[in-house]
């Protein structure tokens, strides 16, 4: 299956490294809620439901602007769309910093959404039109260790300026938009330019993209895979720090520890995954590490009165596992769509990743409970609900056909 656009390995290197800073920018933006969870509980007074709208916000809103983005994302140049977004994510996220209220918090954080979701499915795209399907495991490898570095780096870092410093919850927020900056200077340097295929850009032509995109079986089943990676994870991972500070007791003070740990260790296997799944098979690869991630989950949702360090034995391989089902299911979703069609594609994906971890972390909210001692109940509910996801994907992953090996949608008229 050939690729978009041509670029030399020095290009390839550079555009690799300028989409892993968004992607690290995005992902730093999606995370950094979850272990500033305690703090906000605290300032704002808030429920476990109120802390999973802070949560969904941004990645309802994202569902919501990547459907609008899809209808029209193939009518211009991706480089133009990327960059506007990127910049606008920036503006957002500092309006999160400043924000003095827990409704103006969830406002600023469903404003970063709408960007941010966009950005998140750009990414995916530019993998697939840049590098061809036979190497797009290992490049998606190298994407995904941007949460990785988002781990190892991004969230103890904010986490230290958060204990350290007089700016509290806001420092993280002050951090993304300092180090996305940066980013927008490097992707502006590096991301190539990817004209529309469309010519007829008539506004009665705005929904044919998506018409032929919802019109293949094959993209149905992709977006059933998405929604289910997506409730396999987002029903435990927003309430991990809660869990560990509330119920195991781990000290606020080594969150950074807990990041650092997990991250480091997924640095380096999100690569190795990527190269096994080229070598040996994305689907293969995919359910091995899938049925790994299972246990981790059932570990984390269960444990009681174990030490700091146990708590580190938990979530170190739930990191390694969780995320690392993304670098092989990510590979074979973006190969469900022919080229011309991949922008509008993929922005229907990112619409469903974000819907998945919405309801994820809303119905794991509702579930979720804090009694009178101030611990979580029935966390062990939604890891089942999670392993169940994950047993779907694995029967589900059998389905999804490369787009080459796929009946074609109907081409785009332009009379």
């Not at 978009?4 to 995005?26: T, Y």
């Not at 769309?81 to 994510?89: D, G, S």
């Not at 640095?267 to 590490?289: C, E, M, N, P, V």
Request: one cysteine or more.
């Amino acid at each position: 299956m050939s690729q978009v656009v041509n670029l030399n390995p020095q290009q390839e290197k550079s555009l690799l490294r300028s989409l892993s800073g968004i992607q690290f920018s995005h992902i730093l933006d999606v995370m950094i809620i979850m272990p500033l969870a305690p703090m906000l509980m605290r300032t704002f007074d808030l429920t476990a439901v109120q802390f999973g709208l802070l949560v969904s916000a941004y990645t309802f809103m994202g569902a919501l602007s990547s459907i609008i983005a899809a209808m029209v994302i193939d009518r211009f140049d991706r480089r133009r769309v990327m960059l506007w977004f990127f910049a606008a994510f920036i503006i957002a996220t500092m309006l999160c910093a400043i924000a003095p209220t827990y409704h103006l918090l969830l406002f600023a954080r469903g404003l970063s959404g709408v960007f941010g979701g966009v950005l998140g499915s750009l990414v995916h795209v530019y993998i697939a039109d840049c590098f061809p399907y036979e190497h797009r495991g290992r490049a998606t490898g190298k994407i995904t260790a941007a949460f990785s570095v988002a781990t190892v780096l991004g969230v103890p870092v904010s986490l230290l300026l958060v204990n350290h410093t007089e700016l509290g919850w806001r420092a993280p927020f002050i951090v993304v938009s300092m180090a996305s900056t940066v980013f927008l200077w490097m992707a502006f340097k590096a991301i190539p330019s990817i004209p529309t295929k469309i010519t007829d850009k008539r506004l009665s032509r705005t929904l044919v993209p998506m018409k032929q995109v919802l019109s293949h079986a094959n993209h149905w089943r992709a977006y059933a895979f998405m929604f289910l990676l997506m409730m396999g994870g987002f029903t435990v991972i927003p309430y991990i720090t809660l869990y560990s500070t509330f119920n195991l007791h781990f000290p606020e003070t080594l969150l950074p520890v807990l990041y650092l740990s997990g991250g480091a260790f997924t640095f380096f296997t999100s690569q190795w995954i990527g190269h096994l799944a080229d070598k040996h098979g994305k689907a293969y690869i995919f359910r091995i590490t899938a049925l790994l991630a299972m246990l981790p989950i059932l570990a984390m949702t269960h444990a009681t009165n174990i030490p700091w360090w146990g708590v580190l034995c938990i979530t170190t391989p739930f990191f390694i596992f969780v995320s690392g089902r993304f670098v092989p299911g990510m590979a074979i979703i973006t190969s469900a769509s022919v080229p011309h069609l991949r922008g509008t594609f993929m922005g229907i994906n990112s619409a469903v990743q974000s819907i998945g971890s919405s309801i994820a972390t809303l119905v794991a909210g509702f579930i979720i409970t804090i009694n009178p001692e101030g611990m979580l109940e029935h966390y062990n509910i939604v890891g089942y609900i999670a392993c169940f996801a994950i047993l779907a994907t694995l029967w589900l992953v059998g389905f999804i056909k490369v787009a080459g090996n796929a009946a074609p949608p109907h081409p785009i008229h332009t009379d």
